[in-house]
């Protein structure tokens, strides 16, 4: 399939909408942070409107670039394959940073030693 400018431009815009929405959120700007809408029926934030077309426009360039697809099943199961190994890793990663930007300021070297099971190796030697 050739590229699509209108998809780039798209998730330009929607990429723009998300990052706003989390520097307002950071910089406590309620014009750019706010929700938008009627009232007690529907609300939506830039970050949401972002969200949505990055979804949208995803889905239709895979669906575009794999219009000869018969059997869903092995299509998800490939996709799974190349998909899942690079999230389980960030989430591993994520939580790595966050237990070490969390629980090391806390730590002292002796309690280091304990959390790691070096009492018992002294203890055998």
């Known amino acids: 399939m ?3 400018l209108i998809f780039d ?3 330009i815009i929607a990429t723009e909408l998300v ?5 307002a959120q950071k ?3 309620p014009i750019l942070n706010g929700t938008y809408g009627i009232p007690n029926f529907y609300f939506v934030s830039l970050g949401g ?3 949505t077309i990055l979804l949208v426009v995803s ?3 895979l669906r575009l670039n794999h219009t000869n697809v018969t059997n869903y099943k092995d299509f998800i199961i490939k996709r799974l394959y190349r998909i899942y190994p690079a999230y389980w890793c960030s ?3 994520i939580l790595m940073g966050y237990a070490i930007t969390t629980y090391m300021p806390y730590l002292v070297p002796g ?3 304990r959390y790691t099971g070096m009492p018992y190796l002294v203890q055998l030697g």
């Open 91 to 93: 989430l591993v990663l």
């Open 2 to 4: 050739a590229r699509l």
């Open 49 to 51: 409107m972002g969200v």
């Open 9 to 11: 431009l798209l998730r």
């Open 19 to 23: 990052v706003t929405a989390h520097i």
């Open 27 to 29: 910089l406590n700007i």
């Open 111 to 113: 309690d280091l030693v």
């Open 59 to 61: 889905g239709a360039v």
